[in-house]
């Protein structure tokens, strides 16, 4: 299996192990990257892209609406925005409803990217309280998809992919450091 | 949650198709992803076994479309969202519109009416709300009737006063409605103002010309063919020197009236039209 797009989801500690995996990732990707991150809204503010830009030589953006997303390149979806994969490999943002308190919401992103991509995607989901996500794991699974939690025991909030763990959506956990290495093996 | 129903793509093709061709509504060019969801959504809600059941309903009971339509549309807003947006639209764009003698504004894909009233109270304060008029258009005719009676929930207003208070307003918030049990009906004189009629962003033309229009958040829905559709629409609808405002994360930058504006600040989705 060899995927098209890793999609990444976290809330609660899980900026760190981004980051990490970022730092560890040899370039160039061959693959498009998302990052769904649960954070607070702050008007005009881009510090989340910088830092992660401070990490990688992969481009980091935040995702727009109606962009074609392409292999090479992290995108991060908007905070106040739910973010849905399309089947013609573009973005559509969302202000609907909060999903599991969250916009953007894990599961939103998870399962429109499960649709659009199908054995062409791979799911992480990260460190975190909420349980979202699990959901689009399921999802991402049912169409064929590669899904990893992080290891709990390595998560600084475990309650997230120990869900994942739970409800076996999962192919395997890895911690941040194995996760690098699978994503390496894609080129 | 689990064995969540779930329409299939042609499925929900075939659901467009129905919706156009019989009531007129057409829904091919809105993103998909997010149609997609919500007629999942749906399917959950209330509770139908299956695709066929959904369409039959639709199909055979009219009075269900307008819910089918409310619900498949995303109508959630609130008062003075964004308020760095109007904060900006309160010292920067509405005091320039009071050199006209008579100020026509759009918010078009208004929803249930929250932005509006915002509108409605900048330009009281402005003490512009005597010369102007507010045209609040949507899709759905059940989320305007709604709007029209000027009612919200008084939950809600511990929100939009903060939102308020926050995009620079220094009034108490409260004095803009009159509260009873746990409805809030907002005066009379902000209502006065608006006036709320259908209209479908897909289909209908051009009705007026305005010196500003707001469309935030409605645009996302839409794949980059209706996108263009409706700026030129817009560009139709506003005068020469009118503002156009767009929601934080949609731009006019791909549109093919883009060289007829020019963003007015770096940060706010804000746009002048250029003299011809």
């Known amino acids: ?187 | 949650m689990r064995g969540t129903p779930e329409v299939k793509e042609e499925e929900l093709e075939i659901l467009l198709t129905d919706l156009n061709e019989r009531y007129g509504y057409d829904f091919t060019d809105y993103s998909r992803a997010s149609l997609k969801r919500r007629v999942n959504r749906l399917m959950v809600t209330e509770k139908f076994p299956s695709f066929a059941e959904m369409r039959f309903r639709l199909i055979e009971d009219p009075f269900y479309l307008r819910r089918f339509i409310e619900e498949i549309t995303v109508n959630v807003t609130e008062m003075f969202r964004d308020p760095e947006f109007f904060t900006y639209l309160r010292n920067q764009i509405l005091p320039h519109l009071g050199t006209y003698p008579f100020i026509r504004i759009w918010i078009a894909g208004c929803a249930s009416g929250e932005e509006a009233y915002s509108i409605a109270i900048l330009m009281e304060e402005l003490k512009l709300l005597n010369k102007t008029l507010i045209y609040a258009t949507d899709i759905n005719p059940r989320v305007l009737e709604g709007a029209q009676t000027g009612i919200f929930p008084i939950r809600s207003m511990q929100q939009y006063s903060e939102n308020y208070r926050l995009s620079g307003g220094t009034e108490e918030f409260s004095k803009y409605y009159i509260a009873q049990y746990d409805k809030a009906l907002f005066k009379e004189s902000l209502r006065n103002k608006i006036v709320f009629s259908p209209h479908n962003l897909v289909s209908d033309r051009s009705f007026n010309s305005f010196q500003l229009i707001l469309c935030r958040n409605v645009l996302i829905y839409f794949q980059l063919r209706l996108q263009n559709r409706v700026f030129k629409l817009f560009d139709a609808s506003l005068d020469q020197l009118g503002y156009l405002a767009l929601g934080a994360k949609e731009t006019l930058r791909f549109s093919e009236i883009y060289n007829k504006y020019k963003q007015v600040d770096s940060r706010e989705k804000i746009w002048r039209k250029n003299e011809a």
């Open chain 1, 1 to 187: 299996m060899k995927p098209d797009l890793v999609i990444i989801g976290g809330s609660a500690g899980s900026l760190q192990v981004v980051l990490e995996i970022i730092s560890l990732l040899n370039t160039p990707v061959a693959f498009s990257i998302v990052c769904v991150f649960h954070r607070k809204y702050t008007p005009h503010d881009n510090t989340l892209i910088t830092l992660l830009q401070s990490k990688s030589l992969i481009p980091v953006k935040e995702a727009e609406d109606k962009e074609m997303f392409k292999p090479g390149h992290i995108y991060v979806a908007p905070a106040n925005y739910h973010l849905l994969l399309e089947t013609d490999r573009s973005f559509s943002l969302d202000i609907s409803e909060k999903i599991n308190f969250s916009r953007p919401s894990i599961d939103v992103a998870f399962m429109t990217a499960a649709d659009a991509l199908g054995n062409k995607l791979m799911g992480i989901l990260l460190s975190g309280a909420n349980s979202d996500g699990v959901l689009g794991l399921k999802r991402i699974r049912e169409k064929g998809g590669y899904c990893i939690a992080q290891d709990p025991a390595t998560a600084s909030v475990s309650y997230m992919p120990a869900q994942a763990v739970a409800q076996k959506v999962i192919h395997e956990r890895c911690s941040p450091k194995e996760i690098a290495v699978r994503l390496n093996q894609y080129g």
